[in-house]
T-cell receptor, first 110, second 114 residues
Framework: QKEVEQNSGPLSVPEGAIASLNCTYS??????FFWYRQYSGKSPELIMF????GDKEDGRFTAQLNKASQYVSLLIRDSQPSDSATYLC??????????FGAGTILRVKS | DGGITQSPKYLFRKEGQNVTLSCEQN?????MYWYRQDPGQGLRLIYY???????QKGDIAEGYSVSREKKESFPLTVTSAQKNPTAFYLC?????????????FGPGTRLTVL
């Protein structure tokens, strides 16, 4: 069974700090990775995707991928209370199917 | 506006009853997916379809059925064989022609068995 593992949290950070969310995956064949944000009772929305080793930055968000270590992370700079949500990591496997982790709850305290 | 719609938003089912969840998209996407989410858990794939008139089972297909007669529509039927159907159901679609494979999600249907 291909798996994506995330720490369930909650991860609590003060407003303005950097939040670091981590994810590991089991399928070495996975090529694309996605971070979705999900507010309580709502559907997931895409924050970032990454498919090359290294860093990818988009505004306050940076995704990091290390295929050798099978590790994906999401950094949120200048965290805001509105960033409080569950963050889902997903790996794309063969057949364009996404395998999701259980999510990390992030709480940003003002 | 382009997007994915799901209906109803809330659905209540009696024991032994079949119910059908609707999913429609006007994004002209070829691929569509159904996921189930239980509290505190990630999304699990129920069924997916890469093209009209074709679909495949996902990881938890037992007790569910789908059809894909039109590109825009991918309804999911929760049958009485599904032992624990209470969950949040999410439909997604994907443009297979893009260089990356983002899936767009509908707003979801929350199903409760009475």
């Amino acid at each position: 069974q291909k798996e994506v593992e995330q720490n369930s949290g909650p991860l609590s950070v003060p407003e303005g700090a950097i939040a670091s969310l981590n994810c590991t995956y089991s399928d070495r064949g996975s090529q694309s990775f996605f971070w979705y944000r999900q507010y309580s009772g709502k559907s997931p929305e895409l924050i970032m995707f990454i498919y090359s080793n290294g860093d990818k930055e988009d505004g306050r968000f940076t995704a990091q991928l290390n295929k050798a270590s099978q590790y994906v992370s999401l950094l949120i700079r200048d965290s805001q209370p509105s960033d409080s949500a569950t963050y889902l990591c997903a790996a794309m496997e063969y057949g364009n199917k996404l395998v999701f982790g259980a999510g990390t709850i992030l709480r940003v305290k003002s | 506006d382009g997007g994915i719609t799901q209906s109803p938003k809330y659905l209540f089912r009696k024991e032994g009853q079949n119910v059908t969840l609707s999913c429609e998209q006007n994004l002209n996407h070829d691929a569509m997916y159904w996921y189930r989410q239980d509290p505190g858990q990630g999304l699990r794939l129920i069924y997916y379809s890469q093209i009209v008139n074709d679909f495949q089972k996902g990881d938890i297909a037992e007790g569910y059925s789908v059809s894909r007669e039109k590109k825009e529509s991918f309804p999911l039927t929760v049958t009485s064989a599904q032992k624990n159907p209470t969950a949040f159901y999410l439909c997604a679609s994907q443009d297979r022609g893009r260089s990356y494979n983002e899936q767009f999600f509908g707003p979801g249907t929350r199903l409760t068995v009475l």
